[in-house]
């Protein structure tokens, strides 16, 4: 029904932000990754998802269709309601969704708060065939580092660490030091744990 709102941006927090346009001021919940690319803006476009329930009337904004396309084929999943698929959008950027589909990655999903196994391979299997040509294969140089973070990240969660938290911290050492083995990775990831 609206495609999307373009205006004054007058109002923002992680989870919503309110857009005048014409005089109205539209509450639209937004996705973490949303409110950081409208951020410092004064102006923005928001393509919208408007969901109908009985009590209410709720628009859901987007930075970019592609994120409003991964967020309705999540949402169509059995068990993945409006507020769950934001919540993985606020934990992956779309295109990382995307890339774990592809992979069949159920273990990140999983780490997503309150996403169990079952609803994680639910996700897999209802929208892999969905989004089949859509996931660009990564650079040579993108492979090598997503291996090198998922060795890395792998061995400290059997040492015992929360994987989410690893994961954060490890892509972030990595991110300053891109030509890190995993072995040194792991030793520099536990002197900052």
């Keep these: 029904m ?3 709102i373009q205006g004054k941006l007058v109002e923002l927090s992680p989870a919503h932000a309110v857009i005048e346009t014409q005089g109205v001021g539209y509450h ?3 996705s973490l990754h949303t409110y950081a690319k409208i951020l410092n803006l004064e102006r923005c476009k928001l393509y919208t998802h408007l ?22 084929l999540l949402t169509s999943v059995s068990g993945v309601g409006v507020n769950t698929a934001r919540i993985i ?3 992956y950027a ?25 609803t994680a391979h639910r996700i897999l299997i209802d ?3 969905k989004l089949s040509g859509e996931v660009a294969e990564p650079a040579p ?7 090198v ?20 911290v490890v892509e972030e050492i990595y991110g300053e030091n891109g030509d890190l083995s995993v072995e040194a990775l792991i030793k520099r990831t536990l002197n900052n744990l």
């Design 89 to 91: 959008l606020s934990a």
């Design 127 to 129: 929208v892999k065939d």
């Design 28 to 30: 639209i919940h937004i």
């Design 94 to 118: 779309e295109d990382e969704v995307k890339r774990m589909i592809a992979d069949g990655d159920a273990a990140a999903l999983e780490a997503v708060k309150g996403i169990g196994a079952r």
């Design 51 to 72: 969901v109908v329930r009985a009590d209410a009337q709720v628009l859901y904004g987007f930075e970019n269709q592609s994120e409003r396309r991964v967020f309705l």
């Design 149 to 168: 973070v998922d060795e890395a990240t792998a061995a400290l969660a059997v040492l015992g660490f929360q994987q989410k938290r690893v994961k954060r």
């Design 2 to 4: 609206i495609d999307f």
């Design 141 to 147: 140089a993108d492979r090598i580092r997503n291996k």
